[in-house]
Structure formats: structure tokens, C-alpha cells
């Protein structure tokens, strides 16, 4: 099993930047990826970004592309998720999560998920 945890959120002004982290331990996969997702209110939960973790290779959503930034650090098994330029329409309780599959940009894809940390962005 693998049990991750995000922290980090926040409220933020619009155009601000905000740094989420994931943590991951337990029992882990030898190649796995993880992502990070968000859900709004009413909304379904959507695909932000996602990191290989042997090889770094990375994916985006399109609307998050040039603004938000996903990285690991190998020693400490985490994933981080640099937000800049925020806008209102970021607003969600991001989830950070792990799968054993790339790439990996579906929900279906993930096998484990924290509990979330909210990001508010005001206008």
C-alpha cells in the first residue's frame, strides 16, 4: 500500500503562486507515476499534472500548461506542484495521487490518493 499526503494549499490572490507537496511512504512500485488532480465544487475531479518518478518525464493538462510546474525529489519520495499566475478558475481541493502505469492523465489510472488540500484563489 502507499499512503500519500498533501500539503501546502492555501488562499492566494489571483496571479499569486502557491507550492503543494506530496509525500509518499509504504510499499511503492519499481516504476510508478504520480499526479496531481483537482476537483471544484459540482465539478468532477480533473487531471492536472503527472510525473514519471524514474525518468522525470512529465504531462499537463492544457489548462495549466506554462503556469504550473510538477517535480519530484528522489531521496525524499516526494512530488511537488509549483502553481503561478493562479486564477479564480484554479480554486479546487487538489488530491495528489500514485499509479503504477504512464502515462498516466485519467483518475483510472491511479491506484492511491491523499485527502486533498484546498487552493482558493481570489479574485
Known amino acids: 500500500q502507499v499512503q500519500l499526503v498533501e500539503s501546502g494549499g492555501g488562499l492566494v490572490q489571483a496571479g499569486g503562486s502557491l507550492r503543494l507537496s506530496c509525500a509518499a511512504s509504504g510499499r511503492t512500485f519499481r516504476s510508478y507515476a504520480m499526479g496531481w488532480f483537482r476537483q471544484a465544487p459540482g465539478k468532477e475531479r480533473e487531471f492536472v499534472a503527472a510525473?514519471?518518478?524514474?525518468?522525470?518525464?512529465?504531462a499537463y493538462a492544457n489548462s495549466v500548461k506554462g503556469r504550473f510546474t510538477i517535480s519530484r525529489d528522489n531521496a525524499k519520495n516526494t512530488v511537488y506542484l509549483q502553481m503561478n499566475s493562479l486564477k479564480p478558475e484554479d480554486t479546487a481541493v487538489y488530491y495528489c495521487?500514485?499509479?503504477?502505469?504512464?502515462?498516466?492523465?485519467?483518475?483510472?489510472?491511479?491506484?492511491?490518493w491523499g485527502q486533498g488540500t484546498q487552493v482558493t484563489v481570489s479574485s
Open positions: 495521487a500514485y499509479g503504477s502505469s504512464w502515462p498516466a492523465a485519467s483518475k483510472y489510472e491511479y491506484d492511491y
Open positions: 510525473v514519471r518518478w524514474s525518468g522525470g518525464s512529465t
